[in-house]
């Protein structure tokens, strides 16, 4: 028998939203909760990310009159996801649709204010139960709710944003609706400069209200750079971990469970190697080592989805930072994605994880391009260029090339510029008619909700004539594996 320095009724290994809501449900059964962060920030991916629920058939489209059903959001995650191993068995699927409003219910319970992302669409909306507008996510909120442990959120964007925000701030430099939203976003930041806020939307809103109410109201425990590093097995039964401690090791009970919701491994180069054959780009937490993986893989769990994540393309990364994540400029016209050779190989405009699986097929890790014409560069903001660095140093590294002409800006990547031509000339065509022949990128309401709706006839394509050209270097990254 382990004696332990400390027992509570459960022990969350991680503080993600997942770790969170699992505290949030087992506090408000009346549990006594400790939640274990291996970092000396909490929050993990969940902080950093745009903080959207697809949540299908949930209480805020039925307040709203939009329809949605049980048998609609299991058709769509049958067509979709299907039979994956035992990580997608119906009854797993069933617990999760039948789950949704007592999640939401709950957490409304304790003050926590939901908004419906209404334009956002299913990944695959064409297919059988695919909608759009099932994703919800928390309004923006005051931070200082947290008190000092505001401190230690995993805060990587200060500001009240949305998640409907995005394609249309996107548009910010050609269209009233863009500026109009930028505006929108500016008086959220004014108004609540002036009440004496602190706001924050999308993860850091998820990650903020849920701690909020977990710590702040219910009173639950949270450890910081407190790693789990075992789990404890006494006759065949988890009854507590082993954890480190601000350095100290220590055994705690856990006398009704252990929640492992401790991310990916995200930042493990072994794992990625072993399980993805590349070492991977992610945009996450520095944290998401896979430790509590490989603590339940040694007390005998089984593991599952390996050798999948979120991927999607980013932005190479300068110095080893972090990779920037791009979504929605893929999607935009003007511009294309190609191999090192010059080809395209896939829809740019489809859902990220699509893309990244696109990627690995065609040429694995090997050399990709994001480019774009002169009106690409002009009319949109693009996220990336204003966070990846300053031009100058992309250039030396290699990520950032600029051209008056495409055959310039072939020799400039190493690309075959008669190849790269007549890629362009084959897209031209495309957009001018309207139809991605090759790829259909612009067919699916998910393309065309981050397209241009003001270019015609699709607003995803647009052709590359007129220079500067601007070429940037992308790899597989990731949201998470
Ligand atoms: C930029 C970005 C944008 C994203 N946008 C979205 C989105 O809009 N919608 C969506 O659904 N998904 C999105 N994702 C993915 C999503 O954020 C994650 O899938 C989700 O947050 C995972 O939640 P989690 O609680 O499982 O893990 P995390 O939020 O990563 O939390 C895990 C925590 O466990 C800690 N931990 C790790 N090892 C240990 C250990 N040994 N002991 C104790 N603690 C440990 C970590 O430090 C971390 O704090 C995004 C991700 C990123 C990076």
Redesign the pocket.
């Given at each position: 028998m382990t004696t332990f320095d400390q027992t509570y009724d459960v022990v969350v290994?991680?503080?993600?939203?997942?770790?969170l809501a699992t505290a949030l449900g087992a506090a408000d059964g009346g549990l006594r909760v400790l939640i274990?962060?291996?970092?000396d920030k909490?929050?993990?991916?969940?902080a950093?990310?745009?903080?959207?629920?697809?949540l299908p058939n949930n209480p805020l489209m039925r307040r709203d009159g939009v329809l949605d059903s049980r048998e609609e959001a299991l058709e769509y995650l049958e067509a979709t996801v299907g039979e994956a191993g035992r990580a997608s068995s119906r009854a797993r699927k069933e617990a999760f649709v039948d789950g949704v409003d007592d999640f939401v219910n709950t957490t409304e319970k304790y003050g926590i204010t939901w908004a419906r992302a209404a334009d956002y669409p299913d990944y695959y909306p064409e297919r059988p139960g695919g909608k759009i507008g099932r994703g919800i996510e928390v309004k923006p909120l005051d931070s200082k709710v947290l008190g000092p442990w505001y401190q230690s959120l995993?805060l990587i964007m200060p500001l009240p944003v949305m998640t409907d925000d995005v394609w249309e701030v996107q548009r910010a430099f050609s269209s009233f609706a863009g500026v109009k939203r930028v505006a929108r976003i500016g008086s959220r930041v004014i108004g609540g400069l002036l009440t004496g806020k602190r706001l924050v939307g999308i993860?850091a809103a998820l990650a903020t209200a849920l701690q909020s109410v977990v710590v702040g109201k219910l009173g639950a425990d949270l450890w910081l750079n407190?790693?789990?590093t075992a789990l404890i097995v006494e006759d065949g039964k988890v009854v507590g971990v082993r954890a480190t401690r601000d350095g100290r090791p220590v055994a705690i009970g856990a006398s009704r469970g252990v929640m492992l919701?401790?991310?990916g491994f995200d930042y493990n180069r072994e794992w990625r190697q072993k399980y993805h054959g590349i070492d991977g780009a992610p945009?996450?937490?520095p944290?998401?080592?896979g430790?509590?993986i490989a603590a339940a893989e040694q007390a005998g769990a089984a593991l599952e989805l390996m050798d999948d994540a979120?991927w999607g393309a980013s932005i190479a990364p300068l110095h080893g930072e972090p990779a920037a994540?791009i979504v929605g400029e893929r999607a935009l016209p003007y511009s294309i994605i190609v191999d090192g050779r010059g080809n395209r190989f896939a829809n740019e405009a489809e859902s990220y994880v699509d893309l990244g699986h696109n990627m690995l097929r065609h040429d694995k890790d090997g050399t990709y391009w994001l480019i774009g014409e002169s009106r690409w560069l002009r009319r949109y903001v693009r996220s990336f260029a204003l966070a990846a660095g300053k031009p100058a140093e992309l250039k030396r590294a290699g990520i950032l090339a600029r051209a008056q002409s495409l055959a310039q800006l072939a020799e400039m990547i190493g690309a075959d510029p008669a190849t790269l031509i007549a890629t362009v000339d084959r897209f031209n065509g495309f957009a001018k008619a309207g139809v991605d022949g090759d790829f259909g990128r612009g067919n699916s309401a998910y393309d065309r909700y981050y397209g241009d709706p003001k270019v015609s006839p699709n607003p995803n394509l647009g052709p590359l004539e007129k220079g500067p050209f601007e070429a940037w270097r992308i790899v597989i990254g990731d949201?998470?594996t």
């Open positions: 290994v991680g503080s993600g939203a997942a770790g274990l962060e291996s970092t909490w929050g993990g991916n969940t950093m990310s745009g903080g959207g629920l697809w995993r993860g407190s790693p789990l919701a401790g991310g945009s996450g937490n944290g998401n080592l430790g509590p979120w994540f949201l998470g």
